[in-house]
């Protein structure tokens, strides 16, 4: 009965943790949406690169009316750890937009939820 209780508190966590990752986008793309410049505004979205063989997910994927591209990651804390994680995944979602869309603009933004703050990424 322990191991069926520790697994249950684990869900919770999980999906609680899932939640507040969840609502940190909602705001996100509330904010970018309010902003009136961005023509697509994509959550979560999945990809393949094929060429690479990864898969991955982009949190916020936003095209700017000037053909532009914005790639989101959210983080729900600033440790270094998921600051690291969060450039990893924007240099690898950077990487699938420009087979995907060649010579287009791409800027890569890491987001603290914890501190409420936008940081680019070069």
């Not at 990752?21 to 961005?38: A, P």
């Not at 979602?93 to 420009?98: G, L, M, N, P």
């Amino acid at each position: 009965m322990n191991n069926w209780h520790d697994a249950r508190l684990e869900a919770d966590k999980l999906d609680k943790a899932q939640g507040i990752h969840s609502s940190g986008l909602d705001r996100l793309i509330k904010r970018l949406h309010d902003s009136e410049v961005y023509s697509q505004i994509y959550k979560e979205l999945e990809y393949y690169n094929p060429y690479t063989r990864e898969h991955g997910e982009i949190d916020v994927l936003a095209q700017h009316k000037n053909g532009s591209w914005f790639i989101f990651e959210y983080k729900c804390n600033n440790a270094y750890k998921a600051r690291s994680k969060a450039e990893k995944q924007l240099y690898r979602a950077e990487v699938y937009i420009s087979c995907e869309e060649h010579a287009a603009r791409i800027y890569k933004f890491y987001v603290s939820g914890r501190n409420n703050k936008v940081l680019m990424v070069k």
